[in-house]
Nanobody, 131 residues
Framework: RGQLVESGGGSVQAGGSLNLSCAAS????????MGWFRQAPGKEREGVAA????????YYADSVKGRFTISQDNVKKTVYLQMVSLKPEDTAMYYC????????????????????????WGQGTQVTVSS
């Protein structure tokens, strides 16, 4: 079993910043994929960023590269998403997710932003960016 609790959403103007946090209570945290996903009204849920808690490789959707940063504190079992230069199209419900489907490249594990590869989901936190 696992529990993920997100926090940090809110409303900002375009160009602003927000930091999201996800506190994870999962027994596999030390070797888990932790991802941030988002879903806007009428759209499918999409992977935004992901990391393997036991490695360094990160994944970012093309739409957020250079603006979003995923990181973790493995002592606190908390994953963060730092978002800068926010755009109105970033408006969505943001979800934290955990899974165990990882891949290997050059001896390093990595994770993808595929929704079907994640087993545990938080309840979500709303991010609204106004123009």
């Amino acid at each position: 079993r696992g529990q993920l609790v997100e926090s940090g959403g809110g409303s900002v103007q375009a160009g602003g910043s927000l930091n999201l946090s996800c506190a994870a209570s999962i027994y596999t945290y030390s070797s888990a994929c932790m991802g941030w996903f988002r879903q806007a009204p009428g759209k499918e849920r999409e992977g935004v960023a992901a990391l393997y808690t036991g490695g360094r490789i990160t994944y970012y959707a093309d739409s957020v590269k250079g603006r979003f940063t995923i990181s973790q504190d493995n002592v606190k079992k908390t994953v963060y998403l730092q978002m800068v230069s926010l755009k109105p199209e970033d408006t969505a419900m943001y979800y934290c997710a955990a899974g165990t489907t990882r891949y290997w490249s050059g001896g390093s594990g990595y994770c993808r932003g595929q929704t079907d590869e994640y087993d545990y989901w938080g309840q979500g936190t709303q991010v609204t960016v106004s123009s």
